[in-house]
Nanobody, 118 residues
Framework: QVQLVESGGGLVQAGDSLRLSCAAS????????MGWFRQAPGKEREFVAG????????YYADSVKGRFTISGDNAKNTVYLQMNSLKPEDTAVYYC???????????WGQGTQVTVSS
């Protein structure tokens, strides 16, 4: 089992920055990749960014490329999402997710709210 706890959300203005953190515990030694997803009101959950621990490969949604940066500290079992140049359309609940198998994200955090005002 894996437990994921996000932190760092909040209310900011357009153009501001925020950094989200996700601390993993449990079977973290088996973690294949971790990612960030978000869900805005009335919309489906969407992929934001991901990191594969082996090799450090990074993945981004087109909507956040150049503005968001995912990084991880394997020793601390923590993944971060640095969000710059935030836009009102980035407003959502952000979820951290973990994948032990390489096939699907099977573990999810409780989510942290990010609100960007115009």
């Amino acid at each position: 089992q894996v437990q994921l706890v996000e932190s760092g959300g909040g209310l900011v203005q357009a153009g501001d920055s925020l950094r989200l953190s996700c601390a993993a515990s449990g079977r973290t030694f088996s973690m294949y990749r971790m990612g960030w997803f978000r869900q805005a009101p009335g919309k489906e959950r969407e992929f934001v960014a991901g990191i594969r621990w082996s090799g450090g490969r990074l993945y981004y949604a087109d909507s956040v490329k150049g503005r968001f940066t995912i990084s991880g500290d394997n020793a601390k079992n923590t993944v971060y999402l640095q969000m710059n140049s935030l836009k009102p359309e980035d407003t959502a609940v952000y979820y951290c997710a973990g994948d032990l198998t390489g096939y699907n994200y099977g573990y999810w955090g409780q989510g942290t709210q990010v609100t960007v005002s115009s």
